[in-house]
């Protein structure tokens, strides 16, 4: 019964906004960590942001520090990646996943089916 499912993603010129939404069921965002993970081609799967369950601490990767925010909304029982200043680098499948951890989900981890974020001209 746990579920996570991302959307928002799509094509964007570079220095262009998205936001991606992570919408839970099954357990309640409060009680988790949730991290936003990415995966390009050909490349390994990489932590983007995390949010601790208490929403007390974040964590960003230094590659989108400034440019990122990661958020939470409990009444909606959502997750929102807001991401600002887009380059081709960011071109990826994004994931979100739920878990047991401090900032980051590290055990009893569940995943979304990922949305594809593409930046180019």
């Known amino acids: 019964q746990v579920q996570l499912v991302e959307s928002g993603g799509g094509l964007v010129q570079p220095g262009g906004s998205l936001r991606l939404s992570c919408a839970a069921s099954?357990?309640?965002?409060?009680?988790?960590?949730i991290g936003w993970f990415r995966q390009a081609p050909g490349e390994e799967r990489e932590v983007v942001s995390c949010?601790?369950?208490?929403?007390?601490?974040?964590f960003y990767a230094d590659s989108v520090k400034g440019r990122f925010t990661i958020s939470r909304d409990n009444a909606k029982n959502t997750v929102y990646l807001q991401m600002n200043s887009l380059k081709p680098e960011d071109t990826a499948i994004y994931y979100c996943?739920?878990?047991?951890?401090?900032?980051?989900?590290?055990?009893?981890?569940?995943w979304g089916q990922g949305t594809q974020v593409t930046v180019s001209s």
């Open positions: 099954g357990f309640t965002v409060d009680y988790y960590a």
């Open positions: 996943a739920a878990g047991r951890g401090v900032d980051c989900p590290e055990s009893n981890v569940h």
């Open positions: 949010i601790s369950s208490s929403a007390e601490s974040t």
